[in-house]
């Protein structure tokens, strides 16, 4: 009987001490974060693999001529993103360089993840793509182009938003909707695949 009651207090005084948050070590004040934590892509490179090979920096992506569109996107299970003000370089631009795409070419652009999506010579020209409007109904597309973007609504793209570098596919429209498996995140290496 006393071993019992022993114990029923012994279970009482642990359960009391969860639910107090006791952990056993003194709590750890950590001050309160403020702001977002910046990140790091001073290690990240673009290599874009034509007939030469280049490497970007992210502030030599920066120095070259950008170009700013409508992007709205939607996930495989209907989920929408956007619209966003979408900044950054055109594929085109990037594979002019490179020595171009030449019709039955494709790009390959691809992540440290394992992600890959090919792009044929007609999306790189910006057709050939499948929209919608913003109910999702399936519209004729407008002219679009693919843009490798480093800025979402005036803000350099975050890491979690697919940072540094993210296909995007834009239209000088609003409201024109395409599929997000196109929208390549962490994008570190782009490929012309010669027919
Ligand atoms: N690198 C990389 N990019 C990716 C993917 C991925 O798995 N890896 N998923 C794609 C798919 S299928 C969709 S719908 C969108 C999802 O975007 P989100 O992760 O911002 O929701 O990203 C696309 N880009
Ligand atoms: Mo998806």
């Not at 003000?85 to 795409?101: N, S």
């Not at 090919?118 to 999702?136: A, C, P």
């Amino acid at each position: 009987m006393v071993i019992r009651a022993a114990t029923a207090i012994c279970i009482l005084l642990i359960l009391s001490c969860c639910s107090a948050g006791c952990s056993g070590a003194p709590p750890v004040s950590s001050p309160q974060q403020v702001t977002s934590p910046v990140d790091d892509f001073s290690n990240w490179n673009l290599t874009v693999n034509g007939s030469t090979r280049t490497e970007y920096t992210l502030d030599q992506i920066r120095t070259l001529p950008a170009t700013t569109g409508n992007g709205f996107a939607v996930s495989t299970v209907g989920i929408k993103y956007g619209p966003y003000i979408c900044k950054g370089v055109l594929l085109t631009d990037l594979l002019a360089p490179a020595g171009g795409i030449s019709p039955g070419d494709q790009v390959w652009i691809s992540a440290p993840d394992g992600y890959l999506w090919v792009f044929d010579y007609e999306q790189v020209q910006g057709n050939g793509f499948i929209t919608f409007n913003e109910s999702l109904k399936e519209i004729s597309s407008p002219p679009l182009e693919i843009l490798l973007m480093y800025e979402q609504d005036g803000k350099p793209l975050s890491y979690n938003d697919g940072g540094p570098l993210r296909v995007a596919i834009i239209s000088s429209e609003k409201g024109v909707v395409t599929e997000g498996s196109a929208w390549v995140k962490w994008v570190d290496k782009i490929e012309v695949k010669r027919a």
